[in-house]
T-cell receptor
Framework: KAGVTQTPRYLIKTRGQQVTLSCSPI?????VSWYQQTPGQGLQFLFE???????NKGNFPGRFSGRQFSNSRSEMNVSTLELGDSALYLC??????????????FGPGTRLLVL | AQTVTQSQPEMSVQEAETVTLSCTYD???????LFWYKQPPSRQMILVIR??????QNATENRFSVNFQKAAKSFSLKISDSQLGDAAMYFC??????????FGTGTLLAVQP
C-alpha cells in the first residue's frame, strides 16, 4: 500500500509570494492533517480536513488555509509569505471515521524556504 | 490545555545496549492516546508505538516498549538491543478528543558503534 505523498519536496519562495503544497493520503484514508515543524516552535498542528471540510484548526493566522478534494487529496496554501514561514510542512493521514484521535501516518514533508 | 514534555534534549547509547527516553504529559481528559514517533535525518516521521490510555498493559513492538504510568502522567520509551538505525529524533505525542497531535520537543538519540 502506498504511503502518504507530498509535493513538491522542496520550495524556495520570496517574501510576499504565496505557495501551495499538496498531499495525497494513504488509499482509504479520508482525514488529512497538516503540521508545521520549525527549530524554534517545534511541531505545531495547522488543521485537519475530513470529507472536504475543515474539522479541526490550530492557532495559525488566516494566511494559512487549506482544502480537501473529493478524492481526499488536500492542499495547503500560505499567502503573503513571511521569513518565519520557512519550515518543514508535514502532512499526515488517517481513516478519519472515528471522529476522535486516530493513528496518523506521515508523509515525507515539504521543505519551504522563504527568502 | 494539554502539554507534552520531553526533558532530555539528547541521549546516547552503545550499540546493543538499552536506552529509555522520558516523556511526561498533562491533560484533564480521561480518554486519550499516546504515541512515540521517530524522525531520522530524512525527516520522515515514522510511528514507533501507540498506547491507549484505557489499556493498563504497556504496548510493545519488537525491540520497543513503553512504561505507561497513567497516574503519574508518564510515558517512557525503552529501546532494547539498540541498532545504528535507531539513531534519530524521537517525539512523544498526545492525542485526545480530536484528531490532532500535540508533540513534545523531541529527544535526539545517538547510537555509538
Amino acid at each position: 500500500k502506498a504511503g502518504v505523498t507530498q509535493t513538491p519536496r522542496y520550495l524556495i519562495k520570496t517574501r510576499g509570494q504565496q505557495v501551495t503544497l499538496s498531499c495525497s493520503p494513504i488509499s482509504g484514508h479520508r482525514s488529512v492533517s497538516w503540521y508545521q515543524q520549525t527549530p524554534g516552535q517545534g511541531l505545531q498542528f495547522l488543521f485537519e480536513y475530513f470529507s472536504e471540510t475543515q474539522r479541526n484548526k490550530g492557532n495559525f493566522p488566516g494566511r494559512f488555509s487549506g482544502r480537501q478534494f473529493s478524492n481526499s487529496r488536500s492542499e495547503m496554501n500560505v499567502s503573503t509569505l513571511e521569513l518565519g514561514d520557512s519550515a518543514l510542512y508535514l502532512c499526515a493521514s488517517s481513516f478519519g471515521t472515528s471522529g476522535g484521535m486516530e493513528t496518523q501516518y506521515f508523509g515525507p514533508g515539504t521543505r519551504l524556504l522563504v527568502l | 490545555a494539554q502539554t507534552v514534555t520531553q526533558s532530555q534534549p539528547e541521549m546516547s547509547v552503545q550499540e546493543a545496549e538499552t536506552v529509555t527516553l522520558s516523556c511526561t504529559y498533562d491533560t484533564s481528559e480521561s480518554d486519550y492516546y499516546l504515541f512515540w514517533y521517530k524522525q531520522p535525518p530524512s525527516r520522515q516521521m515514522i510511528l514507533v508505538i501507540r498506547q491507549e490510555a484505557y489499556k493498563q498493559q504497556n504496548a510493545t513492538e519488537n525491540r520497543f516498549s513503553v512504561n505507561f504510568q497513567k497516574a503519574a502522567k508518564s510515558f517512557s520509551l525503552k529501546i532494547s538491543d539498540s541498532q545504528l538505525g535507531d539513531a534519530a529524533m524521537y517525539f512523544c505525542a498526545y492525542g485526545g478528543a480530536t484528531n490532532k497531535l500535540i508533540f513534545g520537543t523531541g529527544t535526539l538519540l545517538a547510537v555509538q558503534p
